[in-house]
Structure formats: structure tokens, C-alpha cells
């Protein structure tokens, strides 16, 4: 069946400014990073995608429409470890993440610590605020943002950047559950997010809204990981060229 126009510009405006396709991503894949690095990463990654569910819980609270309920709520359970996604036993997502770190060589404590010793990029703190907005916001606005804009976008990401975590930097298949869960699970849960938005935004001024909203949720994270790349990549050679 033809797509209609509307899912047509919320496509679009993911693709435009997709994570995938950026500097970051782009070391990861070609192998110019290393465990310390990945491990940094799960530093700052972990204290976004351990406040998901609770954006998914407001959106939830404040939704009128029962079976857009027991979507969000089938999401924050899988996030939670409650239930499994798909295939997969169930388990608490950010765990999987701090284990994927604990392989690289970074201590769960100095993860969880990290926020109180004021070691978050300025970058994901504004990525995190975006969220804790857009989520208080009616559920036809806040899932764009969040579930469109922002997780859809999560399998194309790690499409790329996996395969290259096995032949590049040496980890093992089964070291990597947390990307692999996302590949698959992130697919379901952006389509139905897509159906969702399609069904309940149907004035022209509710779907301008959703595009704006999700053309901003892209925004944002190419921010953050705009900050990634400085404070990860280009810091660290530069200091490196001064030495």
C-alpha cells in the first residue's frame, strides 16, 4: 500500500538529519575508536536512555486513547525489564548497556557517578530537558518527537556501527546483546509509533506539528552526539598534536 504524504514527511524528516550519517558514527564504523572510548560513550548514553521510559510513562499517563496505552506501556516494560522484546528474555535495557561498558573496561560505579561529578556533556543535559518537555506535552505532539525522531532512528544507527564492534574492535557476538536487542526491537516499536501519529494527528495543523516536532527531535540528537564527537574524538587528537 502507497505511503500517504504525512508518513512520507515524517520519513523525510528523520532522513535528513539521521545520527547515522554523521562524523560520530562515521569513526565508530571506520574503526578510529577504541574500548576507552566506547566506554565514555556508555558514560554519557547511559544517562539518556535510562530517563526513556519514564518520558514514555508521562506520555502515557496523559493519553486518552486505551490502545495507544498499552503500546507506550508494553514499551516502558520492555525498557524496565518486565517483559521481553520479541525473541528476547527479559531484561532491563540500561543493564545490558553498563554490561557492554563493564566489557570495555569502564566500572559500573564511575557510570552511575557520573552525573553527580558533573561529568554529562552540556549537550546531553539539553537533550535530556528537550525530552522531559516534549513528554508533559499532549500525546499527539509528544510521541513525533520522541518515538519518531528519536527512536526510529535507533536500528539504522546501530545497522552501522555493530558489524564493526565484532571486526574492528574484537568483541565477541554475545558481548553485544544491548545492540542487538535495539535492532530488532526499535523496528517495532517505530512502526507502530509511525501508526500512531498517522491515526490520531489528522488536521493539517496537527501534522505540520508532528513534522516540525520530529525535524527537532533529529535536531537535537545530532546535537548531542555533535558533542560526542568534539569531546571524544577531536579533543583528544588535538591535545595528542600539542603534545
Known amino acids: 500500500m502507497a505511503k500517504s504524504a504525512f508518513r512520507l514527511a515524517l520519513e523525510e524528516a528523520v532522513t535528513q538529519r539521521h545520527s547515522a550519517q554523521h562524523p560520530w558514527s562515521d569513526a565508530w564504523a571506520s574503526g578510529k575508536l577504541n574500548r576507552r572510548i566506547l566506554g565514555e560513550w556508555v558514560k554519557q548514553q547511559y544517562h539518556f536512555v535510562r530517563h526513556f521510559s519514564e518520558w514514555i510513562a508521562a506520555v502515557y499517563a496523559n ?17 524496565e525489564g518486565l517483559i521481553g522484546s520479541g525473541d528476547f528474555k527479559p531484561v532491563r535495557h540500561t543493564e545490558l548497556l553498563i554490561e557492554f561498558a563493564e566489557i570495555c573496561g569502564m566500572p559500573r560505579a564511575e557510570i552511575l557517578a557520573a552525573e553527580v561529578k558533573g561529568e554529562l556533556l552540556p549537550e546531553l543535559l539539553g537533550l535530556r530537558s528537550w525530552c522531559t518537555v516534549q513528554s508533559r506535552r499532549p500525546f499527539i505532539e509528544a510521541l513525533p518527537g520522541l518515538l519518531i525522531g528519536l527512536e526510529s532512528q535507533v536500528p539504522g544507527i546501530y545497522r552501522k556501527t555493530m558489524p564493526p564492534l565484532i571486526e574492528k574492535y574484537g568483541f565477541a557476538e554475545d558481548e553485544l546483546a544491548y545492540f542487538t536487542l535495539h535492532i530488532v526491537a526499535d523496528v517495532d516499536h517505530a512502526e507502530k509509533g509511525y501508526g500512531i501519529v498517522e491515526k490520531y494527528a489528522t488536521t493539517a495543523e496537527q501534522q505540520a506539528t508532528a513534522v516540525h516536532l520530529v525535524k527537532e527531535a533529529a535536531s537535537m540528537r545530532r546535537l548531542y552526539i555533535d558533542g560526542l564527537y568534539r569531546a571524544l574524538v577531536e579533543q583528544p587528537k588535538s591535545k595528542s598534536l600539542a603534545a
Do not use: I
Not at 493519553?63 to 525498557?79: D, G, I, K, R, T
Open 63 to 79: 493519553c486518552p486513547h486505551q490502545e495507544v496505552q498499552q503500546f507506550l506501556l508494553e514499551n516502558v516494560a520492555e525498557e
